[in-house]
């Protein structure tokens, strides 16, 4: 089946601006997680859901940053007044349990974001 | 900020050889988890080790897990000029519902 995707796949936006990112989870899978990769550097967690409980924030840098989840299907990252070190590449990935012992992620191909 | 540092940050080597990345990390752990990316885009999962589990093998990879010293290893043997990218390990924290990455190896096989 299909894997995770996510759109756009590059954007470049002016400081100051607000940009939406995409991702569209694999079907059934019940768990989504936003995770934010500054050049050369590793994964930092964002945005936890799962299922119909309430989000999982604490990654989330500022009060600039927020998203939104329906169901167990697509999610939307929101940056409002992006500033030029919200550039970076945001990568989306989910799982089909919740947190267990086992469970995989399974990542997007992620979106780059370049603020001007 | 970052839960697991990995060395060496660069590792390069020929066509044939065996390469070994190390993660340290500081808390306790579910499981551990490495991750190979590609180009700085989507990361694959290569292998999931438990924390009461010692050692794994998956095709050509060799990981290991001392967590009295908290730290892992990822061993990839006859490596292939395919196997250049980033590996990152992965660490799932008793209690948390994401994954803390380390900080990344840089393997590049020379054919």
């Known amino acids: 089946g299909a894997g995770v995707s996510q759109s756009p796949s590059n954007k470049v936006t002016e400081k100051g601006k607000d940009v939406e990112l995409r991702c569209d989870p694999i079907s059934g899978h019940t768990a989504l997680y936003w995770y934010r990769q500054r050049l050369g550097q590793g994964l930092e967690f964002l945005i936890y859901f799962q299922g119909n409980s309430a989000p999982d924030k604490s990654g989330l840098p500022s009060d600039r940053f927020s998203a939104e989840r329906t169901g167990e299907s697509v999610s939307t990252l929101t940056i409002q007044r992006t500033q030029q070190e919200d550039s970076a590449v945001y990568l989306c990935a989910s799982s089909f349990h919740s947190p267990t012992n086992t469970d995989t992620q399974y990542f997007g191909p992620g979106t780059r974001l370049t603020v001007l | 900020s970052q839960q697991g540092e990995e060395d060496p940050q660069a590792l390069s080597i020929q066509e044939g050889e065996n390469a070994t990345m190390n993660c340290s990390y500081k808390t306790s752990i579910n499981n551990l988890q490495w991750y190979r990316q590609n180009s700085g885009r989507g990361l694959v999962h290569l292998i999931l080790i438990r924390s009461n589990e010692r050692e794994k093998h998956s095709g050509r990879l060799r990981v290991t897990l001392d967590t009295s010293k908290k730290s892992s290893s990822l061993l990839i043997t006859a490596s292939r000029a395919a196997d250049t990218a980033s590996y990152f390990c992965?660490?799932?924290?008793?209690?948390?519902?994401?994954?803390?990455f380390g900080t990344g190896t840089r393997l590049t096989v020379i054919p």
């Open positions: 992965a660490m799932r924290q008793t209690g948390a519902n994401n994954l803390f």
